[in-house]
């Protein structure tokens, strides 16, 4: 598995810049076989968009924060953005890809789908597994979103908008019965917002205190409803998003845990070591040996 050198940044891809399946806000494709063009993703890079894809048939091994997943038959793999990610070789597949950004989901028509558990995706998952009966229904809306696809006219933003809506409230059911429980309350809605807005300012952001300001509540409330939802205290969650960062640094590069503070927002590089050590009993120089000796 390819590992970026100290001199090189993570890569970041836009929708544009994929280089098998480049759109603008949305994009679909399909793959009977051999992908080409693949050499950028087999070295460790984020996509900042949304990417559903659907596999029919593969077996290729890819690599989404520290987890290998070998691709598994009538399974739905979903991307989100800022997960690190890497390909380790180029197989052929077949299976249909769906991709939209966050400019897509800002459009009025679509607002409601940034709701949805699949997209929010708090327990950063990555692969949903599907029944038969779960292949046919999903294989059917694929089938009525790539007819819509395939014919520009005034109706297309909609319709592409109406069935996508479908196959995302689908999967985002599947989703909940796969990593989450169905209740859905206040305060639920409120630990969600709460990882949210983690998720957007974790690198600038380290104190609960912050994060309640964004949320137009007390610290005291959102500690409170986040140790009741959760069973862990709120600064746990901020913590534990560092530490996914961090390991994701630490695995997938060869930055030092100098350059890794600073990206994260620590003081200084002392701090960030007992940060981690804290929080994962290893110093990162210490985990970042154990992952690479035990994935060689």
């Given amino acids: 598995m390819n590992v970026l050198n100290t001199d090189q940044q993570v890569p970041t891809y836009t929708l544009e810049q994929d280089p098998v399946i480049g759109g603008r806000l949305f994009t679909m494709a399909r793959f009977e076989g051999a992908l080409t063009h693949q ?3 087999l070295v460790p890079h984020r996509k900042d968009y949304y990417l559903l894809v659907f596999t029919r048939q593969g077996n290729s091994r890819h690599w989404v924060d520290m987890t290998p997943y070998v691709t598994r038959p ?38 409601a789908l940034s709701k949805l558990p ?7 998952a990555h692969e949903l597994l599907l029944t038969d009966a779960d292949v046919a229904f999903i294989e059917d809306m694929l089938e009525k979103i790539h007819a ?24 985002s059911r599947l989703y909940t019965e796969q990593f989450e429980s169905s209740e859905v309350s206040t ?32 610290a005291g409330y959102l500690s409170e409803v986040v140790k009741a939802q959760s069973g862990r205290p709120a600064i746990a969650h901020i913590h534990e998003r560092l530490v996914l960062e961090s390991r ?26 007992r940060f981690f050590k804290r929080e994962t009993n290893l110093t990162p120089a210490e985990y970042r040996a154990a992952t690479r000796e035990m994935y060689q």
């Fill in 148 to 171: 819509e696809y395939r014919s520009p006219g005034e109706w297309q933003q909609r319709m592409l908008t109406a069935w996508l809506t479908v196959l995302l409230t689908y999967l």
């Fill in 39 to 41: 050499s950028e993703l």
């Fill in 248 to 273: 994701r640094l630490l695995f997938h590069t060869r930055h030092s845990s100098k350059e890794i503070a600073f990206e994260l927002g620590f003081s200084d590089a002392s701090y960030f070591n």
């Fill in 187 to 218: 305060d639920k809605i409120l630990l969600k917002e709460f990882h949210g807005k983690i998720g957007e300012n974790f690198r600038e952001l380290h104190q609960v205190s912050e994060y309640a300001g964004l949320l137009h509540v007390s």
């Fill in 74 to 111: 009538h399974t739905m793999y979903v991307f989100v953005p800022n997960q690190l990610t890497v390909k380790e070789e180029p197989k052929p597949m077949w299976a249909t890809a769906v991709a939209f950004t966050k400019e897509f989901l800002a459009l009025q028509e679509n607002a």
């Fill in 118 to 124: 699949l997209i929010q995706n708090p327990r950063n």
